[in-house]
T-cell receptor, first 115, second 115 residues
């Protein structure tokens, strides 16, 4: 069982819909991430939260809205998406402070298709 | 400049043979960590191995070893005794420390193990 759980695993939505992706981690980590993985492209970091505070926002369009109510949960709210937003969205968590066990643990991803 | 460079888009290896996947990195930090992840077709990113910049010995985890050459800024992954289940995408990543929260990923190498 993975320590990072993402729901849903697959999502098909129209361009006018509003949906949310959920990520939950049970590893006691204090940093959480959203990544976008499109075909033939490297992973793109979207947002980073450290101790519930957003520390990175890599010029992500406002149609993607993150929410981190606590260190264990991370959401990505989606609205008025474009077909080019279709991708695999990966959530990850890690220890926020440098030290041992500093790798990021990933969820299984949400495969999003915008029609 | 790219933080992580993986120059091999695709690699083939015979079952039971060893294979080396290349990774070079770019950082001016003295403290950083290097990671390798495996991504099967299911999409989940699986952590394989970690090397700290101050570690004097190459990291090993079972059949995985990391050939760390600091002066050349390379962190190649060696998989020994390849198995069919090793067929997947492999990503090299770096985290700059001590307070860095970002994980920088390369474009990945697709490994196919041939029976």
């Amino acid at each position: 069982e993975t320590g990072v759980t993402q729901t849903p695993r697959h999502l098909v939505m129209g361009m006018t819909n509003k949906k949310s992706l959920k990520c939950e981690q049970h590893l006691g980590h204090n940093a959480m991430y959203w990544y976008k993985q499109s075909a033939k492209k490297p992973l793109e970091l979207m947002f980073v939260y450290n101790f519930k505070e957003q520390t990175e926002n890599n010029s992500v369009p406002s149609r993607f809205s993150p929410e981190c109510p606590n260190s264990s949960h991370l959401f990505l709210h989606l609205h008025t998406l474009q077909p080019e937003d279709s991708a695999l969205y990966l959530c990850a968590s890690s220890q926020g402070q440098w030290g041992q066990n500093t790798e990021a643990f990933f969820g299984q991803g949400t495969r999003l298709t915008v029609v | 400049a790219q933080k992580i460079t993986q120059t091999q888009p695709g690699m083939f290896v015979q079952e039971k043979e060893a294979v080396t996947l290349d990774c070079t990195y770019d950082t001016s930090d003295q403290s950083y960590g290097l990671f390798w992840y495996k991504q099967p077709s299911s999409g989940e990113m699986i952590f394989l191995i970690y090397q700290g910049s101050y570690d004097e010995q190459n990291a090993t985890e079972g059949r995985y070893s990391l050939n760390f050459q600091k002066a050349r800024k390379s962190a190649n992954l060696v998989i020994s005794a390849s198995q069919l289940g090793d067929s997947a995408m492999y990503f090299c990543a770096m985290r700059e420390g001590p307070a860095g929260n970002q994980f920088y990923f390369g474009t990945g190498t697709s490994l196919t193990v041939i029976p």
